[in-house]
């Protein structure tokens, strides 16, 4: 079964061409230079974008995969959650495409598409546990079988990746700030920059505000004082706490619920520190650890293919009625 996949729930363009778990084609067009301007995604920017760009990024993936139109066998989208005027391009498009060719649509959930990104050349199956991090979500989810999910915790506020980017704004560095922030981090130094431990009433959820504020709120300080910061100690204290806690409480989770397997998704889970303390704990504690090749890690097309295959097995197509929602669980029915 051939799946073209659409993805524009953000600020990437991208189209893919998948079969089951293998990928044909991803081509991801993103805007990242233009927001770069103003420090963080533009949401009217991005639907414009993702406007002029959706046709000739499907046509790369259709010649990329060597198919045509008529080799499509459905069409998959993301149609939540996201930036509303950026979804909505890529679900009119695939609709007028799924109408067109006379081939099902499959509405795909973000989440759920970040998940699938550990399928693609892997033999992850469920059930497993999952963290997913990106720069709108955290969550840890029990990922029960393909389509069906329970949700153990998630952020009460911001999520990790708001938390590295606006901390990351705050020390001049250029957006996406969290991955500048991991390039540039060093050591850690907690008696040099203290950070609060958040609290949470939720053992799995997380609270990421209080430590941007303070993060922030330090670097005004030195500001105002006229003294000097280490960017790359502050970056490193900054991502060593965030991360300690994204570990912590995953890895509580996994054994609480029994889980041996664990698999890490979202944006964030590029970050080289989270990769590398997940995977100390997971040895540690005798989990196997699944993580996303590192270009499907941010947003694309084929993760969405993927998990779309799931999806329509599972018998979740949608008409020519389906809307995009800025926000939705990931264990929606
Ligand atoms: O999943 P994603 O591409 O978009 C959504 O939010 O859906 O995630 C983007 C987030 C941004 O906050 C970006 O700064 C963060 O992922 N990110 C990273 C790294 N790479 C991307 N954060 C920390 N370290 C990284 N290496």
New binding site residues.
């Given amino acids: 079964m051939i799946i073209l996949s659409v993805e524009s ?2 600020d ?1 363009t991208s189209v893919a061409v998948t079969q089951g778990r293998r990928v044909l084609s991803n081509v991801v067009a993103t805007q990242i230079e233009e927001h770069k301007l103003y420090g963080g995604v533009v949401p009217e920017i991005a639907s414009r974008r993702h406007t002029e760009a959706i046709t000739a990024v499907c046509r790369k993936a259709l010649d990329e995969a060597d198919i045509k139109y008529g080799d499509i066998n459905a069409v998959a989208v993301t149609f939540a959650p ?1 930036l509303i005027g950026a979804l909505l391009v890529g679900v009119n498009f695939a609709k007028g495409l799924a109408c067109s060719l006379d081939v099902p649509l499959i509405p795909v959930h ?1 989440l759920r598409s ?1 998940i699938a990104a550990n399928y693609i050349d892997s033999d992850l199956e469920p059930p497993f546990l999952c963290l997913t991090v ?4 955290t969550v840890i989810t029990e990922v029960k079988d393909y389509t069906s999910f329970k949700l153990l915790g998630g952020t009460i506020d911001d ?4 938390c ?2 606006k901390v ?1 704004r705050a020390l001049g560095l250029s957006y ?4 500048t ?3 540039i981090a060093t050591v850690p130094d907690e008696e040099m920059y203290p950070l609060p431990v958040p609290h949470t009433e939720g053992v799995y959820d997380f609270s990421f505000s209080g430590l941007k504020t303070a993060a922030v709120n330090l670097i005004h300080k030195f500001d105002q004082r006229n003294e000097e910061i280490s960017v790359p100690v502050l970056a490193a204290t900054l ?1 060593h706490r965030v991360c300690r806690i994204l570990t912590d409480k995953t890895i509580l989770a996994a054994k609480n619920s029994g889980y041996t397997v664990l698999a890490l998704a ?3 889970s ?3 520190e ?1 990769r590398s303390m997940l995977k100390d704990e997971c040895d540690k504690n005798n989990i196997q650890l699944f993580v996303p090749e590192l270009k499907y ?3 694309n097309a084929a993760m969405v293919g993927v998990q779309g295959y799931y999806e329509y097995i599972s018998g979740n197509t949608a008409d020519i009625e389906l809307n995009a929602t800025a926000t939705i669980p990931i264990d929606y029915r």
């Fill in positions: 729930s953000c990437e996201g973000h970040h990106s720069g709108g979500n999520a990790a990746g708001e590295f980017d990351a996406p700030g969290g991955v922030l991991d390039k991502r979202g944006g964030v590029a970050n080289s989270l890690c941010g947003d």
